[in-house]
């Protein structure tokens, strides 16, 4: 074993000394906390009255789980750094990474500049029906109920209490809704950046920044507020940390490894498939070439994520236990892996979900498979970063559960290092060509945001009935589960017929509209469109939005409306 030199000998002792402290204030918080107060700080008040829902455990058993987790972490927590002092004892190698470069940083910057004025003309648009109903339902309660509330899977938890502390620092508005997740995509192109570099150097590290700041997909869900850009950040940020620490084996890496891993699945449970695929990959690596002593600190590290994990989630469990059915795809018209969703995501895969803007990078994509299949260095890092995606997608099909391509959007940090890689593979043989297809990327880009509409337009609609509707007039949303107009409704009053329209008839005669408002046309039955017509509804504004690939569309009607002849 190498004789260990006297920094980091010093090293490892602050190491120790802030391991010590973190797993005490873990056991302290599981001693002296009680679940009852537990139970105070997280509500006990479970009901939605939006929902027939049945009653759900109570905050005071997620208050006895998280005592239970919090106990088990730290005591975890210090068989952990045993694990990790033992078998990480004796690495002293030097990386053989070079330093990162003044250079290297004004690149990044410019990246990071061309990434936020790429986002920026989206900050503003109007809020989609999920943003507002997770910020009515769980952010705008409270920080207590955000997370130790779980209704159905709206609740990012983690970018959630992110959304709360920016309202509570800018107000109530889009920007500050959407600002976390901001932050978080921006982050992504340093992570992708770092990476790469790690990966394959530092011109495929820049290809990669360079399509983490412009493709459509990276900039959409980076001005949306949910927990998808934190899915995208914490899924390259890990696979980062994995291959730098499979490489150097330091403790503190391992443990910032299964931290990230925890915050990235408490911001989308989806992302519980990016450790899941890194175990496959440490197994392999541990089993081809007996890499035993690794082996032990990963697997060290990915249990000591898993057990974070589940005491971050412990608050809501037994909730998410008692709601399971929702993830079971029991009537047949759940998103399934094959229809437009799986298709989609496929799109994605090439950084659009638009086929035109798409086929170039995933052209790229399979260039890129095929340099790294072929590339012993590149192989590695590919399949750490992709086996999440094939792993996901035949657990939802054994289970029988659904999922929407934005699930997915886990595997896209992967995505772009392969595109990168076919990218510097074409630049190696003709540089003219590899330019033209970076244009190329560059120009669909730009194209598919520009073709693009708003993702839902409530605010155009209700900003249209408000310079229309006459004191007198009543206004009847037809809409899915949430009141989510009422976000944009100013000085109108809005009543609804939820679950498209379900109890129409009755809704109808009880609010006696001159206007409708018909959100996601496309899951409206003809009956009722009919129903509409027969009662003297005319369709006379149509705003489009691109939410769940067409059916965003917000129409409005209005009774006895008789166009103008000319």
């Known amino acids: 074993m190498t ?17 010590f402290f973190f797993a005490l204030g873990l056991i302290l918080a599981g001693l ?11 509500q006990t008040d479970l009901t939605n009255p939006q929902f027939d829902a049945p009653e759900r455990p109570s905050a005071l058993q997620g208050g006895q789980l998280l005592r239970m987790m919090l106990l088990l972490s730290g005591c975890s927590y210090i068989i952990f750094l045993l694990v990790l002092s033992r078998f990480c004892a004796g690495c002293t190698t030097k990386s053989d990474q070079p330093k990162w470069g003044a250079r290297e940083g004004w ?7 061309l990434g936020f004025t790429a986002r920026l003309p989206r900050l503003a648009e109007s809020l989609w029906y999920d943003e507002i109903a997770a910020w009515t339902d769980y952010g705008m309660r409270g920080p207590g109920w955000i997370v130790g509330t779980y209704y159905d899977p709206a609740n990012h938890i983690a970018h959630t209490l992110l959304t709360w502390c920016a309202v509570e620092c800018f107000g109530d508005d889009a920007f500050a809704l959407r600002f976390p997740a901001l932050l978080f995509s921006l982050g992504s192109i340093v992570a992708m950046y770092g990476l790469a570099r790690h990966a394959a150097g530092i011109r495929v590290a820049t290809i990669a920044a360079a399509l983490g700041a ?9 001005v949306e507020a949910r927990g998808y850009s934190m899915m995208i950040f914490f899924a390259s940020l890990s696979t980062w940390l994995a291959l730098s620490a499979w490489s150097r084996n330091r403790p503190w890496k391992w443990f910032a490894y299964a931290l990230c891993c925890a915050l990235g699945i408490w911001a989308h449970l989806m992302t519980v498939f990016v450790p899941l695929g890194h175990g496959l990959w440490f197994a392999w690596r541990m089993i081809k070439n007996k890499e035993i002593g690794l082996g032990i600190c990963a697997f060290s590290g990915l249990l000591f994520a898993a057990i974070l994990t589940l005491t971050l989630y412990a608050p809501v469990i037994p909730q998410i236990l008692s709601i ?4 079971a795809a029991t009537d047949g018209n759940e998103p399934r892996i094959f229809g437009p969703e799986g298709f989609h995501a496929l799109w994605q ?46 657990v939802v099909a054994i289970a029988g559960s659904w999922m929407y391509a934005r699930f997915t959007l886990f595997a896209l940090p992967g995505a772009i290092l392969v595109i990168a890689c076919g990218l510097d593979a074409l630049w190696d043989r003709k540089r003219v060509l590899a330019l033209f297809a970076g244009l190329l990327i560059f120009a669909s880009s730009i194209g598919d945001l520009t073709v693009r509409p708003p993702k839902q337009p409530l605010r155009e609609a209700a900003t249209y009935l408000r310079n229309h509707v006459q004191p007198s007039e009543r206004v ?22 939820l679950f498209h329209g379900r109890d129409l008839s009755d809704d109808l005669a009880r609010t006696k509209p001159t206007w ?39 129409l409005i009607y209005q009774k006895n409306f008789f166009p103008p002849r000319y």
């Open 3 to 19: 004789e260990l030199t006297p920094n980091l000998r010093r090293s490892r002792q602050g190491w120790i000394v802030v391991a």
């Open 32 to 42: 002296l906390i009680s679940p009852e107060l537990w139970a105070v700080i997280f």
């Open 107 to 113: 690149i990044l910057f410019g990246l990071i500049v």
């Open 214 to 222: 412009i493709l459509p997909v990276a900039i959409l869900e980076g």
């Open 324 to 327: 399971r059915e929702t993830f």
């Open 349 to 394: 895969l090439g950084g659009s979900w638009y086929w035109w803007s798409s086929v170039v990078g995933l052209w790229f994509l399979v260039c890129g498979f095929i340099r790294a299949a072929k590339s012993k260095t590149l192989r590695a890092p590919a399949l750490l970063s992709m086996l999440g995606l094939p792993l996901m997608l035949i």
């Open 476 to 497: 009847l949303v037809i809409g899915l589960a949430h009141r989510v107009m009422d976000m944009y409704r100013g000085e109108l009053d809005f009543s609804y017929s």
């Open 516 to 554: 409708i408002i018909l959100m996601y046309p496309n899951h409206v039955s003809t009956e009722k469109k009919t129903m509409l017509n027969s009662q003297g509804f005319t369709e006379t504004q149509h705003f489009r939005g691109w939410v769940d690939w067409g059916n965003g569309d917000i």
